[in-house]
């Protein structure tokens, strides 16, 4: 299945880190990625954006109007980047429920105020990411899962219970 | 279990690494800098992974240091690389040029990362012109997998004709991550041997000519050399027009021409050597096809090979925009009007995102904050770094390139002769100061230039992702070396008012920089080191113990000054209750912010324990 997935953000909020975490869920499924980062000065609390790409692609950047899936972890980044996705393509925003329904792709979770209620402030990317994958099919919470405990492996045990809580918070929101 | 066993998700500049590491590359050298960066720093995680002993890897203190390093191990018999961003090879442009000459021994590749853009440099410079001027061959990758796969090609090239060879990757083969097989590193049990022989290494003019010849009859054979010559991805097609193209964008075109269902339709080559463009090649392609268009970042290079300007449509002929990043949603509109279809995806309009600034908590920013209060109306020179981002806090008022904060501030100085002369203030990161702002220090001091420098100390090199410099006593294996006093540096200069404070501890700090900008207007240049370490570099008991709890009292109105001249991410204007309020997920309780409003409204908070 070929499938072109957008993460916006800003420097800070572990884009790479789930960017990464999908890709490797993927590949482990067999399946080719190859992906675009955002690295160096914007790193520093600006902007930033990583394309994966799951299939048969040779180039890593994705076209306007080509992604089926946009992950926002900055609501204000919609804006600047929804043109992404393709006239089906779907996005999962961190914002309120009370946030702008005019697209009506637009699956809001509310990962900000997740992290604080459950003093998990680090982990919003990972509620996202556990949001997006009730939505899309490139790969399954349980591979994710695998992918974060080979990551955590050696860490401190509640690091990776925390990681893992957040991830199923945020999937069982929206599915 | 499956071929997914022996792969990895490589970053392009893992990748490269990797192909270094799997062909016996002996020796490597880099100074950081984006998108290069990860390239060196893979090389040494290699290198430990898989205990290769006798394999030399270090930063250099710049681009041009780190380049003889590497091509001493050449000439020595080694295989060798060294790594930089393209504006690097600026800096090391004179040893290029002149090994050029004098061609190698060991496999010598210079990896020159360009940044097409750009997203985190000066320049979009095509490092591949620089291949051109100095008459080396480049390689020019389109994915992690062939960067990788180029580092092989280099070396052989390389020995093949002594001559030193440029692999140009971009930023988006950089900073791409694919899954890519492992091979297994090749060992070469070769040791260093230094063959005597001034006539070449040490030429004289008159022998440089004869160097020079030899070099073109190189360039000649390198023309013709099977290994390096273009293909074309799709040779069963017979077509009028023909589509050429190099490095990401033969990637992003392979993508495009299949979505477009032209893969049929128009013959698509791929250049994988830019310069020398294959003499062959060139008589073929303008014999077979009657329009040809070229895509290729970020100069026409090949373009400029192809003699045929009535046939050839490229950056030249202005069918591909001279400047920016080739984006393939922009290829696709070329190509398809190219071939008189119509293309799917849409240009998106490019939106304004946030702009980065400084973490919160960044030492720098106490240190932009003092200096605007000790020096208002000054002319403040910066250089490259995150202190980059002192333009946020009109603390910045000039960026020009590695070093030149220094230079610049004394030709200010120079350049106002009266009394309307204002008080000038440079600063420069310690990581800079070392690569290029030594030599700038000594002139200021010859020509007593009035100006104060602050060199931003905060043991590293932040901004490409915390490597050591000459001053952190650690090389990149984690390895204890020599750490260089920057003090000793600085007075060894010539200079003698040379202060050392914490900018975190402000008041204090703010004192010392009132009397430094005063000393130096009235007796000629002073350096003012400010020390404080990195917050990212910071291990997490450090922060805890540093931590300070910051509240915001009744007495904020919402002026938004701390907001706009201060600008830690930190403290967030409340929307609705016109109060500043104190994002806890960001701050770092480094307490710098009591001294910023004027009303006193922001306070310490002494726990009640
Ligand atoms: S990385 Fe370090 S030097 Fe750079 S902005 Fe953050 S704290 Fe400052
Ligand atoms: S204490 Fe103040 S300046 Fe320091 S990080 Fe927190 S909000 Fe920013």
Redesign the pocket.
């Known amino acids: 299945m070929n499938q072109q997935i957008v993460i916006s953000g800003v420097g800070g909020q572990g884009v790479l880190f789930i960017t990464g975490l999908l890709a490797k869920a993927c590949m482990a499924k067999g399946s080719h990625v190859l992906t675009s980062e955002t690295h160096g000065m914007a790193q520093r609390g600006g902007t930033v954006i990583s394309h994966l790409k799951i299939g048969d692609y040779a180039s890593p950047l994705i076209r306007p109007g080509n992604a089926d899936l946009l992950i926002v972890l900055k609501s204000e980044n919609l804006a600047q980047h929804r043109d992404f996705l393709n006239p089906r393509g779907k996005a999962v925003v961190n914002a309120q429920t009370t946030f702008e329904k005019s697209a009506s792709t637009a699956i809001t979770l509310d990962a900000d105020k997740m992290a604080e209620d459950e003093n998990n402030p680090g982990s919003v990317n990972l509620y996202m990411l556990g949001g997006a994958l009730a939505v899309t099919q490139v790969c399954s919470l349980y591979d994710v899962k695998e992918q974060i405990k080979n990551r955590l492996q050696g860490k401190p045990e509640a690091l990776l219970t925390g990681a893992l809580n957040a991830l199923d918070k945020g999937y069982n929101q929206i599915i | 279990m499956t071929q997914t066993d022996s792969k990895q998700l490589m970053l392009g500049n893992q990748a490269l690494a990797r192909g270094l590491v799997e062909n016996g590359c002996r020796m490597a050298t880099a100074y950081p800098g984006t998108p290069s960066s990860e390239i060196l720093t893979s090389v040494a995680a290699w290198k430990k992974q898989e205990a290769l002993d006798d394999m030399h890897v270090q930063w250099g203190i710049n681009e041009k240091v780190s380049f003889e390093i590497a091509y001493a191990g050449s000439i020595a018999g080694l295989r060798c690389a060294v790594a930089m961003k393209q504006v690097g090879l600026n800096v090391a442009s004179d040893p290029f040029m002149s090994a050029a000459y004098l061609g190698v021994k060991g496999g010598f590749l210079i990896i020159s990362a360009d940044d097409p853009g750009p997203h985190s440099s000066q320049t979009e410079q095509d490092s591949r012109l620089y291949a051109m001027s100095a008459k080396v061959p480049v390689l020019d990758p389109d994915s992690p997998e062939q960067a990788r796969k180029m580092a092989k090609l280099g070396f052989e090239l390389s020995e093949a004709f002594e001559i030193p060879v440029m692999i140009r990757p971009t930023t988006r083969v950089c900073h791409a991550r694919q899954d890519v097989s492992l091979l297994p590193i090749t060992a070469r049990e070769k040791s260093a041997e230094f063959e005597k022989n001034p006539g070449r290494w040490a030429a004289t003019p008159k022998f440089r000519y004869i160097l020079h010849n030899q070099l073109e009859e190189k360039l000649k054979k390198i023309a013709a050399w099977e290994d390096t010559a273009p293909v074309c991805l799709n040779p069963s097609v017979q077509s009028d027009k023909a589509v050429v193209v190099a490095g990401v964008s033969a990637a992003h075109a392979r993508d495009i021409i299949k979505e477009l269902d032209l893969w049929d339709t128009v013959r698509l080559y791929q250049v994988f050597q830019p310069f020398p463009l294959h003499t062959a090649f060139v008589e073929q392609i303008l014999s077979d096809h009657s329009d040809i268009l070229v895509l290729e970042e970020t100069t026409g290079v090949i373009e400029m090979q192809l003699a045929r300007r009535d046939r050839v449509q490229g950056k030249k002929s202005g069918a591909v925009p001279e400047t920016g990043e080739l984006l393939p949603e922009i290829m696709e509109g070329i190509i398809a009007g190219f071939l008189s279809v119509e293309p799917k995806s849409a240009i998106m309009e490019s939106k304004p995102g946030r702009r980065p600034t400084l973490c919160?908590?960044c030492p720098h920013?106490?240190s932009f904050f003092a200096i605007k209060r000790a020096a208002p109306k000054g002319i403040y020179t910066s250089d490259i770094g995150c202190y980059t981002l002192g333009m946020n806090l009109g603390a910045v008022d000039t960026v020009l390139c590695m070093g030149a904060a220094i230079s610049q501030a004394a030709g200010f100085a120079h350049a106002y002769t009266d009394d309307k002369r204002p008080p000038i203030v440079a600063t420069m990161g310690d990581s800079t100061f070392f690569h290029s702002g030594v030599p700038a220090l000594i002139d200021a001091v010859v020509q007593k230039a009035p100006f104060l420098l602050v060199i931003l100390d905060n043991r590293t090199t932040a901004m490409t992702g915390n490597q050591p410099t000459p001053a952190t006593g650690r090389g990149i294996m984690g390895e204890e070396t020599v750490s260089v006093d920057i003090e000793k540096l600085v007075t060894g200069c010539g200079i003698d008012y040379c202060i050392t404070a914490d900018p975190m501890d402000y008041p204090n700090f703010l004192d010392h920089m009132k009397a430094a900008v005063a000393h130096a207007r009235e007796n000629g240049p002073a350096v003012l080191i400010s020390r404080s370490p990195c917050v990212l570099s910071l291990s997490k008991e450090t922060r805890k113990a540093q931590f300070?709890k910051?509240v915001v009292n009744d007495n904020c109105d919402g002026c938004g000054y701390c907001v706009s001249h201060?600008e830690?991410?930190?403290?967030v204007m409340d929307e609705n209750a016109e109060l500043v309020h104190?994002?806890t997920t960001?701050?770092?309780?480094?307490?710098?912010?009591?001294n910023?409003c004027p009303k006193k409204s922001?306070e310490i908070k002494i726990s009640e324990v």
């Open positions: 919160a908590g920013r106490a300070q910051v201060f830690c991410p930190a403290l104190i994002d960001l701050c770092t309780g480094c307490g710098v912010c009591v910023v922001i």
